[in-house]
């Protein structure tokens, strides 16, 4: 079997004609009939059906198209990378990630990328909207992963969801309120502001009660999860926390999870990059990177 069988079995599935395959393909119709009567010959089964308006995909057929078009890919995404690679010594790409992104999907991600591009320089910066935009807007982001604002990141940007993160509420160890099973109780405790007003860390997006008229105190604003960790195991406040977050370092700084039996909303981590810059080829695989460890995440 040849790369150009893989490139008849895609172009006949795509025409469904013998005769527009072969014009698209510059052979004369002959050759092509005789290419996949070689191609059917190799796996013993016919690939395709002939019919009075032309040919399709038979069922064994479009298993080996479903197969020809990975190879197909993976073979011309290797072409294009040997080309970058000869004309492009060096290369940087500057990322911004939010603290989930870089606790769950960058380490697996940069691992991926780094064994196919170890020549290409990495800049990580931890940042969140609206930050993170308009550090996209005006260049000086190539990518960011994180939450997006509830109306959205604006049409000159691309946006890709990656994974749903889940949210949990903490507090110190001995927090008067740590056995907390509704979040009617916790209306009238202290508060800590995760991030930019109206996130996934502000505690004013949770419902209290059913008429949504009582409001939580906000007592302590954190733009940094570095912060909120140094400060959280003194004070008698509670905060929103990613569940992926808290995992690595809740119980070490002696953090506790209330066991709150309400729902809780759930945050999208998105790839977003500009509309109108297409990025570049090392972005782009970095991105392919992250995109992968996201979907092997939800798999395990």
């Not at 059913?210 to 409001?215: D, S, V």
């Not at 759930?266 to 979907?295: C, G, K, S």
Request: aromatic share 4%; with cysteine.
């Amino acid at each position: 079997m040849r790369l150009q069988h893989f490139h008849l079995l895609l172009t006949l599935a795509r025409t469904g004609s013998l005769r527009a395959s072969a014009q698209i393909l510059s052979v004369s119709q002959p050759a092509l009939t005789k290419a996949l009567r070689q191609l059917e010959e190799e796996f013993g089964t016919a690939l395709v059906v002939r019919t009075p308006k032309g040919v399709r995909l038979a069922p064994a057929g479009e298993l080996l198209a479903a197969r020809a078009a990975t190879v197909v890919r993976e073979i011309e995404r290797a072409r294009e990378e040997v080309a970058w690679h000869l004309r492009h010594a060096e290369a940087q790409v500057t990322i911004g990630v939010s603290p989930v992104a870089a606790i769950l999907l960058a380490p697996g991600a940069v691992a991926r990328f780094g064994t196919r591009w170890p020549q290409v320089r990495l800049r990580m910066r931890d940042t969140l909207y609206p930050r993170a935009l308009e550090q996209l807007r005006t260049g000086e982001l190539d990518l960011a992963l994180g939450p997006l604002p509830g109306e959205g990141a604006g049409r000159d940007l691309l946006v890709q969801p990656l994974f749903e993160s889940q949210a949990l509420l903490a507090a110190r160890r001995g927090h008067p309120l740590a056995r907390a099973k509704k979040l009617a109780q916790l209306v009238d405790a202290g508060w800590v502001l995760t991030g930019p007003a109206g996130g996934p860390g502000d505690p004013r997006n949770l419902s209290f009660d059913a008429t949504g008229e009582r409001t939580p105190q906000v007592r302590l604003e954190c733009e940094s999860f570095a912060t909120l960790l140094a400060l959280m195991p003194s004070l008698d406040v509670i905060g929103i926390m990613p569940r992926g977050f808290f995992d690595r370092y809740g119980p070490a700084m002696d953090l506790v999870e209330l066991p709150i039996t309400d729902v809780l909303p759930n945050t999208t981590i998105h790839a977003v990059y500009r509309a109108d810059a297409p990025l570049t080829l090392p972005a782009q695989r970095l991105l392919d990177a992250f995109i992968a460890e996201a979907r092997a995440q939800r798999k395990g």
